[in-house]
């Protein structure tokens, strides 16, 4: 095969800085045009509710880059999540309260049948008294 010279770069540093300066000194408005492009594609809606994600007010009037686009997305999904985690935390506390109404309600029954009880106990032992029996032959029926 024989010796080959070497590789020669495609920049030397000073091209490659030279580029690196003229990229920096490039014009941000010249893809403006691309921008707005790409802007009147997306669907636009307008909603001034207070319940609206906040918007950067600012970006409207100097057109979306995608930086601007990439903050409103972030800004829209953090909204998002915020309200989620809401709603979860509301459903949450929902099934909490009534968990304790079912609670309170299965308490409130069980007392009501022990009250059910006794009057049926006391009317029981009010026919037996009238019956003719006496306190003790009654005592007896129930203490056992």
């Excluded at 999904?77 to 949450?92: H, V």
């Excluded at 304790?100 to 007392?111: M, N, P, T």
């Amino acid at each position: 095969m024989g010796d080959r010279p070497a590789a020669r770069p495609i920049f030397t540093n000073e091209e490659e800085e030279n580029n690196e300066v003229s990229w920096l000194e490039k014009d941000p408005n010249d893809d403006a045009d691309e921008e707005e492009k790409c802007l009147e594609s997306l669907p636009v809606e307008t909603n001034n509710s207070s319940n609206s994600y906040p918007t950067n007010s600012t970006s409207s009037k100097r057109g979306f880059g995608m930086l601007d686009i990439w903050r409103e997305m972030t800004q829209a999904t953090t909204f998002i999540d915020k309200e989620r985690a809401g709603i979860e935390k509301a459903k949450l506390q929902i099934e909490s309260k009534r968990l304790r109404l079912d609670e309170e309600k299965s308490k409130w029954e069980a007392e009501s049948r022990r009250i059910q009880a006794l009057k049926e106990k006391a009317l029981a032992k009010l026919e037996l008294k009238k019956a003719g029996m006496t306190d003790e032959e009654i005592a007896a029926i129930f203490d056992n």
